[in-house]
């Protein structure tokens, strides 16, 4: 039987370092190694003896391209470890500083990291020569994103106005209405976005995945619901660590993390699966308009679910704007209290679970944090034995480009998912 | 460089979040016009392409934490004509180089048979301790337009405006009232400029994620602190964070324990 190789040494257009390695007997998938290399940074580590008014600060850190996820998954942990919950004033208004990062994140995505794997291009800047008014589309729009974010968090990347309890200042109805302009052109084009994604040309790869995201809140999730999965989980973020477990992988600096031992995916095929009726009606119509039903196990196919989720929250951001009214309190007044609190919140590559221990002065005593992506690689790799069996006819090229396309399916962000390993020290 | 031929930009990464190369893309405005201007020879985070070196600028991003970091570096300067460092984790060692401080107090008793080589493992060091650095932006994370303002300086052969003074000037130049005088512990009196004083006009105290500026005066912001109402251990905390292997912010942090 010839034995072949498929090693990409550096996955390009993610975030972070990683590689893939498949071996192949025969036809067959032999085997399938998503490597992470990411230098691993011990975030919860050091996040042992810190006040817990700077766990949003410290965890945004973690990623760079989805700071608002962790802020806001530490925030609710600690706000459940205190007992008290947000007004709705600022519950919105953290609705809206999601709705700013899943614009900024996905479409950075689309356009820049995945769109040009469906049209063979090595990167944006490239596709930019043949199609510069789809590239300069795409920044515009993902500048909108950015712009949510600037008002309200005061930057784009680790925004500096969340704190546990709310905001340090709620922004004025007058800061907002530009946006609220800027936000009706944004839809337009997210709206566009879906219509040109949705012709992309998609391998016939379907999976029967165990979906799990937030749901069952009544509304499309960024920051509230039940953890749930299409075959029947249904528990709350307090009961996360008695259904799922972590365990380290040797040939990855990250973990890999099971439910009850299966493997599973969260993200947005699994959302949009589990939460399709609570889109709003434009985004239910450009859903249908795409060809996507209810539900999503093409994971090629997630470029469309991510443009039809920005749909989504450029309408939700402008329904927020216009009810916007300044809060007499952009925040709660806390007084530490010793706890334990959880929160899973939905960043735009998944469900990222936070879990604090807090001591009676606020100091954190343990902290347990599992970003989506360690939760998607056993998936990933799933993906690859899946579907590169079929692919072997394909020049040595092309099979590179498509592995590595299967991989980006899924939007992994490596540098997530390598902030915990414990530090191994080498003496000579 | 030769004119005709467009100069040749990389951009690396070492233990990083990703965010402050993040910020390259984030130029929705310029990214065209830089990519015209300039080649994008190597940056995995944006393409697969490769063009091999030697590179005209390269940016930096990130911190060595490991062995094989220190050695790719050497070999990333060798191919580097001006080497910019970009952000907190590239120029201080960033927020995880709090395991420094930990790891120097387990390993005091310790005698090394090969300290050089146990510390690139046990910290985590900005770029300049490794390599010569030509110019360092600072930020946790760097702020956008003052990396447009940085490559186009080099790309043009002057010096980058990019102000060491503290962030109150910022807050002047923006109109922002002082929040210290509020109340509001800040850090805006010893903390480099750059970011444009986002935090005071949110109402909230500069936390340093820009690290010290030029000859701070940390003592005497601590006592005003105290004013405030800190306690030694939030003084302690204060200073230790994106930045807690500069100096200046180190000593400060370390006067208040550890």
Known sequence: ?428 | MNAGRRPKLAVWKFASCDGCQLSLLDCEDELLAVAGAVEIAFFPEATRAVVRGPYDVSLVEGSVTTPHDAERLHTVRRQSRTLITIGACATAGGIQALRNFKDVREFTQVVYARPDFIDTLTTSTPIKAHVNVDFELHGCPINKHQLVEVLAAFLNGRQPNAPAHSVCVECKLRGTACVLVRGIPCLGPVTHAGCGAICPAYNRGCYGCFGPMETPNAPALSRKLEACGMGQRDLQRVYSTFNANELPFREESARHGS
């Open chain 1, 1 to 428: 039987m010839a034995r072949k190789t498929i090693n990409v040494d550096y996955l390009a257009r993610v975030e972070g370092e990683g590689g893939v390695k498949i071996t192949f007997d025969g036809n067959t998938v032999r085997d399938v190694q998503l490597r992470i290399f990411e230098p691993p940074r011990f975030f919860e580590a050091f996040l042992r003896g810190r006040a817990y008014t700077e766990a949003p600060d410290i965890t945004a850190r973690i990623c760079g391209i989805c700071p608002v996820a962790y802020q806001m998954s530490a925030v609710h942990a600690m706000e459940d470890a205190l007992g008290v919950t947000v007004t709705p004033e600022v519950r919105e208004l953290r609705r809206l500083l999601y709705c700013g990062e899943w614009i900024e994140s996905h479409v950075l995505h689309i356009y820049m990291l995945h769109a040009p794997d469906f049209l063979g291009y090595p990167g944006a800047v490239e596709m930019a020569k043949d199609h510069g008014d789809l590239v300069r589309q795409g920044l515009e729009l993902k500048k909108i994103g950015n712009e949510i974010l600037e008002v309200l968090g005061g930057r784009a990347i680790h925004p500096v106005n969340v704190r546990v309890g709310g905001f340090y200042r709620a922004p004025t109805r007058r800061e907002f209405a530009p946006l609220a302009e800027r936000l009706k052109h944004a839809r337009d084009i997210a709206r566009a976005t879906v219509r040109w994604v949705a012709g992309f040309d998609f391998p016939d790869c379907e999976r029967d995945y165990e979906y799990v995201s937030l749901g069952a809140a009544g509304e499309y999730p960024f920051n509230a619901g039940h953890v749930v999965s299409n075959k029947g989980l249904d528990i709350t973020p307090h009961q996360y660590d008695a259904y799922f477990e972590e365990s380290h992988v040797k040939r990855s600096n990250a973990l890999h993390s099971h439910l009850q031992g299966r493997p599973y995916l969260t993200g947005p095929n699994a959302r949009y699966s589990l939460n399709a009726a609570q889109l709003s009606p434009l985004a239910r119509e450009a859903a249908q308009e795409a060809a996507l039903g209810e539900t999503c196990t093409n994971p090629f196919r997630s470029i469309v679910v991510r443009a039809v989720e920005v749909l989504y929250a450029c309408d939700e951001a402008l329904r927020i704007i216009d009810a916007y009214r300044e809060p007499e309190q952009p925040h709660l007044d806390l007084t530490p209290r010793a706890g334990v609190g959880y929160a899973c919140t939905e960043a735009p590559r998944g469900m990222l679970y936070h879990r604090y221990r807090i001591d009676a002065d606020g100091s954190i005593l343990d902290a347990k944090i599992v970003p989506p992506t360690s939760q998607n690689q056993p998936s990933i790799e799933d993906d690859l034995k899946t579907f590169a069996g079929d692919w072997l006819d394909l020049p040595e090229e092309a099979l590179r480009v498509r592995c590595e396309q299967a991989v980006r399916n899924h939007d992994p962000c490596i540098s997530c998912a390598t902030h915990f390993l414990k530090l191994e020290v080498v003496r000579m």
